[in-house]
């Protein structure tokens, strides 16, 4: 199987790759920079071939795909910037990136009849309530620029394609690139205390253990919408800083506030990002390990 993954100077592409190549599939991977940027820990630098490729570029995502002409594309490349994509000088380069490089690339996939899997995130949902978002649910009603724009891309899609999956995800942490872990041990290293908001609810996600779900699911015709994050329960930013430092041995002090009370945010946040991921275990698919042993992994990895 060849795939052609975007988005490998990220957090997920990175590992996607790598998994691919494990597994002993044909992987190519993309990014919109000149060369790859990633951590050089082994695979990806050495035996994967990059193409840099900007999927806003409509002629370019049309030449790149069809002259690699691949059995499936993971599309993990997209504008993640939340608060920046507030900007009103960057709301149309962040639709251009999230609804039009998506599209762009769908419309190769249904060309070549080849799989096509769009990373989409909890942020379409409005967040509102208690109840876990299921994933066939249509009821989106996003509250910011990068949630419409992603509502967009599943949109073109599931609009355009028969062979699809479009996997939304929450929380996302992973060894290539800037993550909320990273950005909390950091702190926690020059501060004896730190606010964290704990009336958004969600589960984490390791980019290393989706890649691995991901892959299963490219080699499946399992097709449709599904929810992936990490197993362990739903729990709060300040539960999940808590958890941090508590693994990373630190004794940093975590005084839990409201996001009102927070107040640094420029974009709206969902409250309630719990994901059910009930459909995955209906399909046959693996869960991920709990969010609580991903962050024990992933400081040792960090170390």
Known sequence: MKVFVTGVNGQLGHDVVNE????????????????????????????????????????????????????????????????????????????AVNAGGTRNIAVVCKELDCKMTYISTDYVFDGQGTEPWQPDCKDYRPLNVYGQTKLEGELAVSGLLEKYFIVRIAWVFGKNGK???????????????????????????YTFDLARLLVDMVE????????????GGYISWYDFT??????????????PVT????????????????LDKSKLVEAGFEPLPTWQDAVGRYLKEME
């Open 179 to 205: 993550n909320f872990i990273k950005n909390m041990v950091n702190v926690g290293k020059t501060h004896d205390t730190v606010r964290v908001v704990n009336d958004q609810i969600g589960t984490p996600t």
């Open 242 to 255: 808590v958890e941090i430092y508590k693994q990373a041995g630190m004794s940093t002090k975590v005084v």
């Open 20 to 95: 691919l190549i494990g597994r002993g599939y044909e992987a190519i991977g993309s990014d919109v920079a000149p060369t790859y940027a990633g951590v050089a820990d082994g695979t990806v630098v050495t035996t994967a071939p990059y193409t840099s490729l900007d999927i806003t570029n409509k002629a370019a995502v049309t030449e790149t795909i069809k002259g690699i002409n691949p059995d499936a594309v993971i599309h993990c490349a997209a504008w993640t910037a939340v608060d920046m994509a507030e900007d009103d000088d960057k709301v149309e380069l962040v639709r």
């Open 259 to 274: 996001t009102e009370e927070y107040g640094l945010s420029k974009a709206t946040r969902p409250s309630n990002s719990r």
């Open 220 to 231: 499946t015709e399992k097709y449709g919408y599904y929810h992936v994050t990490n197993e």
